[in-house]
């Protein structure tokens, strides 16, 4: 099975299928973090701004428990669907209701109403995410299939951004409320999540699973300290994702107060990101050619280098600020897609040394990683901005906005220079992915099926996760 493994290909509706539900799930991310704060903060739901920054702030902090654990249990179930699709079935209607519910409170809500049901939405969406792109990890063991399915997920990734930026960039000019658009981005979101997510449960494949799907505490936490690979694509995933965080958090001080761009923000964001998507499949493409980690050292250095030409847009002038943001937004989304196709490949490692199959706790480090980079972001670059001596309320001396503009492009070239040195000297290229992976498919022509994954219902304790036992295999058979 191990050559026709490799060489297996998802065909383009199965791709298609797969990658559909990145659209609702990725136009949920920047509702929440744009819109949903003001909007808990206005008369109309009537929180301060101080009890909306602690109940986002808090809400965020139970991904660090739900995020292994849907990963951890994603890994083990067993049922005849296959261990990924059950969870993502269970947590879409949990996450339909969530986002109704904090999209459309209805009217003032007290903090305790807003912290549950941002708590329920995001059990939902890790329910949903984290299987998902572990499944994704699943369909193919070839080193590059695996970065085209990242990066067509990519793509879609992009087009569901771009349209919740459009759906209330249009509503706003019709003189609509903040209400009645975020009504519109749940309904978006909502309406598009449940076919997408039965169209891929119905059409994409989920490969048998044969090794086991878990490991003792300390053979995991040895892998996890000492793997280079993994270690590597974590930190990068960090460091890019704080970098994206803090960028995207003064990207409209930076349009207003050093291009004098105001009116047109909206619009180099959405230049942003479409150039972002249309050039996916040209990172795809080199990729394929020189290897995933040497594709993202190139996807840095061209991130640097066009961060460095914004300090070089002339105020006032639309064209180039479009221009230069079009370069810029080339490499956006790239490495996003790469660091997931390259933690596949760190999951194989995995298994070859623990004799594992669980790509579900793989990956939720990998978003724990994104969400911490996110989530601390903001308040370091604001902490920033306020010892320059930048103000977002008062006016601003020409000293601070030449601070806050030099502190906007130096934090891209800085980290983006730091994650290619950390890439120079990744260990893991597609020859030894292959290698992995023979012994894999050895080990796996040596077993049947799987003998400790779950059955459906049974919740695993403590002690499942910390024992190597497998004296579980047997319940409820």
Not at 56 to 68: G, T
Not at 234 to 262: E, H, P
Request: glycine share 8%; hydrophobic share 55%; charged share 15%.
């Amino acid at each position: 099975m191990d050559a026709n493994a490799r060489r297996r290909h998802v065909t383009a509706f199965q791709l298609f299928a797969y990658v559909l539900p990145a659209v609702p799930l990725a136009a949920l991310g920047l509702p929440v973090v744009v819109h949903l704060p003001p909007f808990y903060a206005s008369k109309e739901i009537g929180l301060s701004i101080g009890m909306v920054g602690l109940v986002f702030s808090l809400a965020r902090m139970w991904d660090v428990i739900l995020d292994p654990m849907m990963g951890y249990w994603s890994d083990r179930w067993r049922t005849r669907l296959g261990r990924r699709k059950p969870l993502i079935i269970l947590g879409t209607p949990i996450l339909i209701l969530g986002i109704w519910m904090t999209f459309v409170p209805g009217g003032p809500i007290s903090p305790l109403h807003a912290s549950f049901w941002l708590f329920v939405m995001y059990v939902g969406w890790s329910m949903t995410t984290i299987p998902q792109l572990s499944w994704g990890s699943e369909l193919s063991t070839n080193y590059h299939e695996r970065s085209r399915i990242y990066g067509w997920a990519q793509v879609a990734t992009i087009l569901g951004m771009v349209t919740v930026l459009a759906i209330p960039a249009v509503m706003e000019h019709m003189g609509t409320t903040l209400a009645a658009r975020l009504l519109a981005m749940a309904l978006f979101a909502i309406v598009l999540l449940a076919p997408s997510v039965a169209l891929a449960v119905g059409v994409v494949p989920e490969p048998e699973v044969k090794l086991h799907t878990h490991a003792g505490l300390i053979p995991t936490l040895k892998f996890l300290l000492k793997d280079r690979a993994l270690r590597r694509v974590l930190t990068v995933d960090l460091i890019a994702s704080t970098n994206a965080g803090a960028v995207g958090a003064m990207f409209f001080f930076f349009a207003q107060y050093a291009l004098g761009l105001r009116a047109w923000a909206g619009t180099l964001l959405l230049v942003y990101f479409v150039s972002g998507c249309i050039c996916v499949p040209a990172w795809m493409a080199l990729s394929r050619r020189i290897g995933k980690h040497k594709a993202l050292v190139v996807t840095f250095f061209w991130s640097v280098s066009m961060s460095a030409l914004q300090l070089l847009i002339p105020r006032g002038a639309v064209g180039i600020a479009i221009l230069v943001y079009a370069l810029n937004g080339a490499s956006y989304g790239s490495a996003v897609f790469l660091l997931r196709s390259m933690m596949a490949d760190v999951a194989d490692a995995d298994a070859a040394e623990n004799n594992t199959e669980r790509a579900g706790l793989m990956y939720s480090f990998l978003a724990l990683t994104n969400k911490f980079g996110l989530g601390w972001s903001v308040g370091i670059a604001y902490a920033i901005l306020a010892w320059i001596g930048f103000s977002a309320t008062e006016t601003n001396s020409p000293a601070a906005v030449e601070g806050m503009r030099l502190f906007y492009v130096s934090i891209s070239v800085g980290f983006g220079l730091i994650n290619a040195a950390i890439m120079l000297r990744y260990p893991l290229d597609e020859a030894r992915q292959q290698r992995l992976r023979d012994v894999i498919e050895r080990r796996r022509a040596e077993h049947h099926t799987a003998d400790d994954m779950l059955p459906p219902g049974l919740v695993p304790g403590a002690a499942a996760l910390a024992s190597d036992s497998e004296a579980i295999t047997d319940v409820g058979n």
